[in-house]
């Protein structure tokens, strides 16, 4: 299983927004932001997802379904390709499973492992742990309006509050109308650029609007990044307890 | 005149016996001392080959240039292919694939759950196949310390103080947690066979052994490698002809414009070890000089001893009236034919030995407090086309040189003193 | 005494041969001698740099320091205790602070190790003055080797990325100041050198460090809570083994280089009994058993070996002295995986391997002067008086 794909897709999961749109006024960035968590939403997900990683060796395509209930459970199967179907990855608040079933065994993704960046990724284990709601671990503040994508958006610019937060700050491109996050750019604190993520489409799926397609950069590093894209997505889904168990990682 | 003097040198034995063997023996020492130094010029770099870079080291373009970093997502597709080519076109070298690669190894409990897991590097090498050169080039069968080799597929080798550390028993379950070429994460279950020690602490942390099928399979690497590579038959690196096979390979089968076309190195390109085997050449260039001048020195001076030796013959010679220049000539031809079979059947006898030196090498792991390590602790000669005739140096220019002054003598004496001379 | 005083006038009376044996017989003990102080010299060279570049006196490593396991790194430090901080203020040592990191050389990603250490530093000789400059940047310093997988260069900028201490990502950018020309790979390869402070700063770990080097002097290391001293035996282990190795495989040489003087002698020794039937021959008509004959030449062999001796110091000291001093300058950059060789070798002759040498091949010549002789006992001495061998 990849954990791009995993860590990915957790980013993009509090990218996604739901929720019908509140006409805005004047709104602080405390307010724009959780509304931006609001949209995200606590409620039941089921998603099929295709990860398009571009490597040197050309593009490979990815599949996977999540479960997410809540702010901290997600089971996560993958479907294709042939390789990695069947592997599955559970994160239960901070903890974090992965199984194959090849080896029939569960491996426990912890202590120094979380902190790891994977075979030269820059993404870590961690990454995947991170709480999904912005205002839990940002400050944020209106610095401009500009417009992205044919849309009106707020600059939100991100300062951490709390010291173990891996990313210092965050800029943030935020639909006035949609409360979706078009864009996002991450900084380290000496406050160099190391991520960025660019929407490329959003789509309403139920009453929602939801980024189906979005690309993630690494910018120090050269290549094209890896594309996200939502197969499809259903919400308020009744997704059985058992699922996020252990036990269910080897069923 | 010639004949005449092979007659008497073979005759005579007191005139050629111990001359023919006194060179005979200094240029044995000779061209046994040239190779040995040679052969140590290339156990310099033994280690660093055998895990490492080998003589010659195949990957692809994009693969080299992070070399350092082992990246098998750049790792050579088309493995099959290129070992033959290998095979086919460079017979003198044995081609294995080797894979580099790192993780995690994981040590279940009874119920599967982890118990114990450290960061591991592995070595993925041919370990099943039947004409493996691996298990030789490594020296594994000898540095096994509890249990066995790998015999079959998802069998491992683990070193001993990575086994200590995780607590495994011989046949116990690890699991490899690593990323596949491709990125993903990739678990493996391995059964740990045996354990190794190499005598060097960065490897004894924590290195695992694998068959390379297994690696490629749990690695997703079907009929990929990151590296083969080549051994000199003889086990003896030589830097002009690695040079000209890299070349050559280069021109036919790698493409500039293609990141991930193989493109074949030398291991002191590879490795860094152009400065070390350049110092150890001159050194040991220096050692052979200076060896060479002791010898011809020894040589000259049994040269100038066979000429006082043979003062009363050479009276007689000229009291019979022989010529002064013929008796010089004939002095100076006789030396060189005795420089020429001592130095024939030095270069034989040396070559021989020599031959036997570099074939067995002489262990020193008796010198040594640990006879278990990996890191080469044989010794071998390394015949070079110079050890046939670097002996010849010695051999027949010193006894020459030393026909040469002592018979200079010649001239000196007065054939009025000669009857003299005879009658004491 | 007689014998010992005839076997020296027959010696000198022989006059030329016996200067020439003499002379050869030198050679071969200067050459053995230097040829083993040169590998002694790299032996000690390779030690000697690696101790000076990285390990002075022995190093005190924070306790969960493993320099073999990059995943209990990030936990490898702590505040210096305060025995330690009294070390490095008298300047008997120095910290280290290594945190792991990435490189973007070129947009390549590559890890490394971020290694603080102070610029005044005077423990290790380690060019670190170089870093001891108020830059924007992150003043760097590289090895050669470093230089050319980075394709770094002096003045060149790269970025860095690394964890704080408490998880968050930072990045600077970093400008090598100086790449240093260093035969010790543990300070070259997949490391990147920067001013302590900064470090520290940077990451987050005021007053902290991985390891502390103590000065050479510093003969008993007190024991700190949470901190291990690692001697220079543990430390060096592994290249001492390879030297070690390295050295066994040249002491076959120094068979053969024995072999060659004893070539020489036995050459001499066999020739001057054959020449010298005569003598021979008159010695046991005046009286000389054939032990006394068979002593006498071999006395005779054996001081060749003394005089040898003699000439070897009479040239070979001077020699030898001059070459340990002058050294031996080596191409440029000579050294292998971690196997460090100081810019010039300098030989080392022990008195154990001089006088060993000496005795041996004084032992050796004696034995083989002596083999030849034994046909002497075969000899009748009338035949030997009209000059025949039997």
């Not at chain 2, 095979?87 to 759950?113: A, M």
């Not at chain 2, 070559?351 to 030196?357: I, N, R």
């Not at chain 3, 543990?234 to 030297?243: E, G, R, S, T």
């Not at chain 3, 062999?301 to 003394?306: C, E, F, I, K, P």
Request: glycine fraction near 8%; hydrophobic fraction near 45%.
């Amino acid at each position: 299983m990849n954990l791009w794909k995993n860590i990915i897709l957790f980013a993009l999961i509090f990218l996604i927004t739901s929720g019908p749109s509140i006409q805005a006024q004047t709104l602080s960035g405390e307010q724009i932001l959780e509304r931006v968590d609001n949209n995200y939403g606590s409620d039941n997900k089921i998603m099929v997802a295709t990860m398009v990683i571009h490597g040197r060796r050309g593009s490979r395509e990815v599949t996977s379904k999540t479960w997410v209930k809540g702010d901290d459970r997600s089971f996560t199967e993958y479907l294709a390709p042939p390789r990695e179907k069947g592997t599955k990855m559970l994160k239960l608040g901070d903890q974090l499973w992965m199984f194959s079933p090849s080896t029939d065994r569960t491996i426990q993704i912890s202590g120094h492992m979380l902190r790891q960046s994977v075979m030269g990724s820059d993404l870590s284990y961690e990454d995947m742990m991170e709480d999904p709601k912005l205002q839990n671990m940002y400050n944020a503040q209106v610095i401009s309006e500009e417009t992205y994508m044919d849309r009106p958006c707020w600059v939100l610019e991100l300062t951490s509050l709390k010291e173990d937060i891996a990313y210092h700050s965050r800029k943030i491109w935020v639909d006035k109308e949609r409360y979706v996050v078009l864009k996002e750019d991450r900084f380290a604190k000496g406050g160099k650029l190391l991520k960025t993520t660019e929407v490329k489409k959003v789509e309403q799926i139920d009453d929602r609007w939801v980024p189906t397609h979005a690309l993630f950069k690494d910018v120090l590093k050269n290549g094209e990044g890896t594309e996200f894209r939502v197969e499809s997505m259903e919400f308020n889904a009744e997704i059985p307890e058992y699922i996020f168990t252990k036990a269910a990682l080897r069923r | 005149m010639i004949k005449f003097l092979i007659k008497g040198v073979l005759r005579d034995r007191s005139r050629s016996l111990f001359p023919v063997l006194t060179v005979t023996a200094g240029v044995f020492l000779t061209v046994v001392g040239f190779s040995w130094i040679n052969g140590i010029q290339s156990n310099w770099v033994e280690v660093t080959a055998k895990y490492n870079t080998g003589h010659l080291d195949v990957m692809t373009r994009a693969y080299a240039e992070e070399s350092e970093q082992s990246p098998i997502e750049l790792a050579y597709i088309g493995l099959d292919q290129l070992l033959n080519d290998l095979r086919q076109d460079f017979p003198e070298l044995i081609w294995t694939p080797r894979i580099k690669f790192g993780g995690l190894l994981d040590i279940p409990d009874e119920n599967g759950e982890t118990k114990v897991q450290g960061p591991c590097m592995g070595m993925a090498v041919d370990l099943f196949s039947k004409q493996t050169p691996d298990i030789n080039i490594l020296n594994l069968q000898d540095s096994v310390i509890r249990g066995r080799l790998p015999e079959k597929p998802s069998e491992i080798l683990i070193t001993e103080e990575f086994a200590q550390r995780l607590g495994v028993s011989m046949g116990q379950t690890a699991t490899l947690i690593s990323s596949t070429m491709y990125g993903s994460m990739a678990i493996t279950n391995f059964s740990v066979t045996g354990t190794v020690r190499f005598g060097v602490s960065a490897m004894d942390r924590s290195t695992i052994i694998a068959d390379i099928s297994d690696i490629q399979n749990a690695l997703n690497m079907e009929n990929a490698s990151g590296e083969v590579l080549g051994f000199f038959r003889d086990n003896l690196y030589e830097n002009e002809k690695a040079q000209e096979i890299a070349q050559h390979f280069n021109s036919k089968y790698s493409d500039q414009d293609d990141e991930f076309s193989p493109i074949m190195s030398t291991l002191i390109q590879k490795s860094g070890l152009e400065d070390i085997l350049g110092m150890v050449n001159m050194y040991g260039g220096v050692i052979i000089f200076v060896f060479v001048v002791v010898m011809s020195i020894v040589l000259w001076n049994a040269g100038l001893m066979g000429s006082l030796r043979r003062y009363g013959e050479i009276g007689v010679r000229m009291a019979i009236g022989e010529d002064k220049g013929h008796l010089y000539r004939s002095l100076i031809i006789e030396s060189l034919i005795i420089g020429f079979i001592g130095s024939v059947l030095g270069t034989i006898i040396g070559l021989g030995l020599s031959f036997y030196l570099q074939a067995k090498g002489i262990n020193i792991a008796y010198m040594m407090k640990n006879s278990t390590l990996m890191i080469s602790d044989t010794f071998r000669a390394n015949v070079t086309s110079l050890s046939y005739y670097v002996g010849f140096i010695p051999g027949m220019l010193a006894t020459f040189l030393g026909s040469v002054i002592s018979g200079l003598g010649i001239y000196k004496r007065k054939t009025s003193q000669l009857m003299k001379e005879l009658e004491t | 005494m007689t014998l010992f005083k005839l076997a020296f006038k027959n010696l000198l009376g022989a006059g030329i041969r016996t200067w020439l044996n003499v002379v050869v017989l030198s050679l071969s003990f200067v050459v053995i001698i230097w040829m083993q102080g040169l590998y002694k010299g790299m032996n000690n060279q390779a030690v000697t740099s690696t101790i000076d570049v990285i390990y002075a006196g022995g190093q005190y490593w924070q306790e969960s320091y493993d320099p073999y396991d990059p995943l209990t790194l990030q936990d490898a430090h702590g505040v210096l205790p305060d025995e330690l901080k009294s070390l490095i203020k008298k300047e008997e040592a120095t910290a280290l602070l290594i945190i792991q990191g990435t490189a973007y050389p070129q947009g390549r990603m590559m890890n490394l190790l971020i290694k603080g250490i102070a610029p005044d530093q005077k423990i290790i000789s380690i060019p670190s003055h170089f870093l001891d400059k108020e830059t924007k940047d992150i003043p760097a310093v590289i090895g050669t080797r470093m230089s050319e997988s980075t394709g770094l260069k002096k003045g060149d900028t790269v970025t860095l990325r690394w964890r704080d201490a408490n998880g968050t990502f930072d990045a600077r950018d970093a400008t090598i100041v100086q790449v240093m020309r260093t035969t010790v790979q543990t300070i070259d390869q997949g490391q990147i050198w920067v001013p302590l402070e900064r470090l520290r700063e940077l990451s987050r770990m005021e007053g902290e460090a991985t390891l502390v080097i103590v000065d050479k002097d510093i003969a008993n290391p007190s024991k700190t809570e949470g901190w291990e001293f690692k001697s220079l035996d543990f430390l060096l282990q592994d290249i001492k083994q390879l030297v070690q190795t390295k050295t066994a495989g040249a002491s076959i040489f120094y068979v053969i280089l024995l072999l060659l003087a004893m070539l020489a002698i036995f050459n001499t020794q066999v020739l001057s009994i054959f020449r010298r039937r005569k003598e021979i021959g008159t010695l046991m008509a005046i009286g000389f058993t054939r032990a006394k004959v068979i002593w006498l030449f071999t006395i005779e062999g054996a001081m060749h070996a003394v005089l040898a001796a003699l000439v070897a110091a009479l040239y070979g000291i001077p020699f030898l002295t001059w070459f340990s001093k002058t050294g031996w300058s080596l191409p440029e950059s000579v050294d292998s995986y971690g196997f460090a060789i100081g810019e010039k070798l300098f030989p080392v002759y022990s008195a154990g391997l001089v006088i060993g040498t000496t005795v041996l091949v004084l032992v050796v010549t004696t034995i083989v002067s002596f083999i030849p002789t034994r046909k002497i006992a075969k000899l009748k001495p009338t035949d030997a008086l009209r000059g025949k061998s039997s």
